[in-house]
């Protein structure tokens, strides 16, 4: 039978360590408990008026599988512009008797998300991005204008 050596300690050592630190690492990590929200603000434009009329304030933003992401706080919702020749042969922008924009902002709901690394549907999620969003009464694409991180304070609570 082979003698323990000094370095056979060493390599023990060091591999207990090193899952130490990634069990420490894990555990503070779901433990924190982050006293912000993060807030997404977004357009959609060019809905059908249903699905424009079918989003609303207090609607749950929730992803393929169900898991709820955020809670739309505020929606406002405009006839959409398009771009049309007059006579002379200048374009011009009307308001589309058919289509509306819909702009909106959304709170999270699960205290796990982060602004910095903000995934929805296994997609990252930057401003400028086009993203379909899934609520808990339809579904629609939407350009995300801007992420921040709020404190818990700020957020104004959905008025049933």
């Known amino acids: 039978m082979k003698k323990f050596n000094i370095w056979d300690l060493v390599i023990v050592l060091s591999v207990c360590l090193i899952a130490l630190f990634f069990y420490t690492n894990l555990n503070t990590r779901a433990e924190n408990t982050d006293t912000n929200v993060i807030k997404i603000t977004g357009k959609a434009g060019n809905l059908e008026k249903e699905v424009a009329n079918s989003i609303a304030t207090g609607d749950i933003i929730m992803d393929k599988n169900g898991t709820q992401y955020f809670e739309i706080q505020y929606t406002h919702q405009r006839p959409s512009s398009q771009a049309v020749p007059n006579w002379e042969n200048e374009v011009i922008a009307v308001d589309s008797p058919e289509l509306d924009t819909?702009?909106?902002?959304a709170v999270s709901i699960n205290p796990r998300l982060r602004a910095d690394n903000l995934f929805y549907n296994w997609q990252q999620?930057?401003?400028?991005?086009?993203?379909?969003?899934?609520?808990?009464?339809?579904?629609?694409?939407?350009?995300?204008?801007?992420?921040?991180?709020?404190?818990?304070?700020?957020?104004?609570?959905?008025?049933?």
């Open 102 to 105: 819909v702009e909106f902002t």
């Open 125 to 160: 999620i930057n401003p400028g991005m086009k993203v379909y969003i899934e609520t808990n009464k339809t579904g629609f694409f939407a350009i995300i204008t801007k992420i921040e991180s709020i404190p818990k304070e700020k957020v104004l609570k959905v008025e049933e």
